[in-house]
């Protein structure tokens, strides 16, 4: 079969699926019926504009262009009695753009040219060219002058591109700022909706910046929390008449945009409340964009609350969706939460093949492209593997072959530099892990500027690791009393979650399980022992997980002195070591054979 013959029967399958007639696909892409009927039987070659229509119209997300013939061949001779017009014909079906602002009511002086920047970029956005979509966006948005409600839909499009994470975005808030004050007055429904959309995606790029070095001085994880709080209440406090009238689109963009803004300050459980009525919203949309949006953030907050069962289907929901969409970034979404959910049950072979094989390719073809920003992609790989050779026991590595140096690399996020000062601990290297952590609780005042949900609690678990192994090193542990006290108050909250780093990235363990560490940490051996049995209850169905508590309760029944302990700690011992050793957790494994030959 040729390129074109693949081509073809790619394109028919996908418009068939569709329920989509031949007419019905050239009113959409503007390519004549008998245009594309030859190219759907392989008899003309698919130019990457008409890929690139037909990735958009059938929501294709990529797959059409990338069976594209690369580089572009020239535009198709026009047979006889076929005609292929590149633009527009005179009567013809609104496009999508155009459509919504019709409905909106929008002065038609800019349809044509205006719709056409739209879809350019959408195809872009479809195929994974970020930085080109945000082009045709921009031209969009600049085509529009002087209509308040086309500009505003222009840059809710440019505002759902990918973007690095941790740092805040200098230019889109005041371009959203903007757009929300020229639609001051306007009291139609379709300006309800536009305002909306653009308050969300003004929460979530205000939330972005993670630290006060990252952040400009309006924006900040608490400032992108509370404009998305109010975002969510004016969502829902629309007059019945105009909440009947704002679209399931719009709503499912306020609601995915507003649940990230409030990632760092609101509850898991309340975000899961959240999620689950974007995937309501999603489906009544009918849209496979926020059908994916909605999978994604509902596993997340599935596996924070702890329902990793649920967690577990919602991820499998995930991969059909993923099958059926065939992007290169959905695609890597799936095969993150897929790494993450193995390296949670302990099938390191599966990670490392994906964590060492496949995404670095990833990585390093889209990094060499340019089309989207990676940093994203790169730091979740760099976590993912950062864990698999920490559950292996080989931390070291991470200094030998300079994946430490990422990590350090990262310090603008607390959550990275928690992890090195985890692997200064682990390597021995406590003299940098101290100062590391001195310098850390400096920063943060103690670590009371941390904010109560999020990225602080994964930071928060991997500090207490640190605290643990440090008080047991009988060098320093005066010095981190009080720190370790606030930590505990951090977590005090998050009992009943698992920690998830990331968005996602590693499942990190129950909470509970960090506070008894701390708990350890302060001689309290009895809390500990509390903790752990809390932290059980939730890593049944993770082996590393579950080998780990076995060794901190046999640590805490030591400690305890009380009859019996001994015999406890031995038969936890055993069992943790036995695990870890058909695991391949060397590093645990050795530390419970350390244990037992002290313990006699």
Not at 58 to 82: K, N, S
Not at 289 to 296: C, P, Q, R, S
Not at 420 to 430: D, G, M, P
Not at 510 to 524: E, H, I
């Amino acid at each position: 079969m040729t390129s074109d013959e693949r081509f073809g029967d790619a394109l028919r399958s996908r418009r068939e699926a569709a329920n989509l007639s031949l007419g019905g696909l050239a009113a959409l892409t503007h390519y004549s019926k008998g245009c594309l009927s030859r190219v759907e039987n392989g008899h003309l070659p698919a130019v990457r504009e008409l890929a690139l229509r037909c990735d958009v119209a059938l929501d294709a997300e990529g797959e059409l262009t990338a069976l594209a013939p690369q580089p572009e061949p020239p535009e198709p001779p026009e047979p006889p009695g076929v005609t292929c017009p590149p633009r527009p014909p005179a009567q013809r079906q609104p496009g999508l753009a155009e459509a919504s602002l019709a409905e909106a009511g929008r002065s038609p002086e800019y349809g044509a040219e205006f719709d056409r920047l739209i879809r350019s970029g959408d195809a872009r956005y479809a195929a994974g060219e970020m930085r080109e979509a945000g082009g045709w966006y921009l031209a969009a948005y600049r085509t529009a002058a002087g209509d308040a409600r086309a500009r505003a839909f222009a840059i809710v499009r440019h505002a759902r591109r990918w973007s690095d994470p941790g740092q805040a975005d200098r230019e889109l808030p005041h371009l959203l700022r903007g757009c929300l004050a020229a639609l001051e007055g306007d009291e139609s429904p379709a300006a309800d909706g536009l305002r909306l959309q653009l308050g969300a995606h003004l929460a979530r790029k205000l939330s972005t910046a993670v630290g006060e070095d990252a952040a400009a001085p309006w924006a900040g994880p608490e400032r992108g929390a509370q404009r998305a709080g109010r975002t969510l209440r004016e969502l829902r406090g629309l007059p019945p008449g105009r909440r009947l009238s704002l679209s399931e689109e719009a709503r499912c963009e306020v609601l995915t945009e507003c649940r990230w803004g409030l990632y760092d300050f609101a509850p898991a459980g309340d975000l899961l409340a959240v999620s689950e009525e974007l995937q309501d919203a999603a489906s009544r949309a009918r849209s496979a964009h926020f059908h994916g949006e909605a999978l994604v953030a509902l596993a997340v907050d599935q596996l924070r609350v702890g329902r990793v069962n649920s967690a577990f289907a919602t991820v499998e929901r995930h991969r059909a969706h993923a099958a059926r969409r065939r992007s290169a970034l959905t695609t890597w979404q799936q095969s993150t939460l897929d790494t993450l959910l193995d390296l949670w049950r302990g099938r390191f072979e599966e990670a490392a093949d994906w964590i060492f094989g496949e995404s670095r390719a990833i990585v390093e073809r889209l990094e060499a492209d340019l089309t989207v920003p990676v940093d994203t992609l790169r730091r979740t790989r760099l976590g993912q593997a950062y864990w698999l050779l920490r559950e292996q026991g080989r931390t070291a590595e991470l200094f030998d072959s300079g994946v430490a140096d990422g990590v350090e690399r990262h310090g603008c996020f607390p959550v990275w530099r928690a992890g090195l000062i985890l692997a200064l601990c682990e390597t021995a290297r406590y003299d940098r892990a101290l100062d590391h952590l001195a310098a850390f609780a400096q920063d943060t005042r103690g670590f009371t500027v941390l904010p109560p949900h999020g990225w602080s609690v994964p930071t928060a678990a991997l500090l207490a690791e640190a605290y643990a192994i440090l008080e047991r090193t009988d060098a320093y542990g005066l010095q981190l009393l009080r720190p370790a006290a606030e930590l505990r108050e951090r977590l005090a909250g998050h009992a009943s979650e698992l920690v998830l780093a990331g968005r996602p990235t590693v499942l990190l363990g129950p909470a509970a399980r960090a506070s008894g560490l701390l708990s350890l940490a302060g001689n309290d051996p009895a809390q500990a022992l509390h903790h752990f049995w809390h932290a059980t209850r939730l890593a049944r169905s993770s082996p590393p997980h579950m080998v780990r508590l076995r060794l901190d309760e046999a640590r805490a029944h030591l400690r305890t002195g009380t009859p019996g302990a001994r015999r406890a700690a031995v038969g936890l011992l055993n069992t943790a070591r036995r695990s870890a050793e058909g695991l391949g957790m060397a590093g645990v494994a050795r530390e419970c054979g350390g244990l037992l030959t002290a313990a006699g």
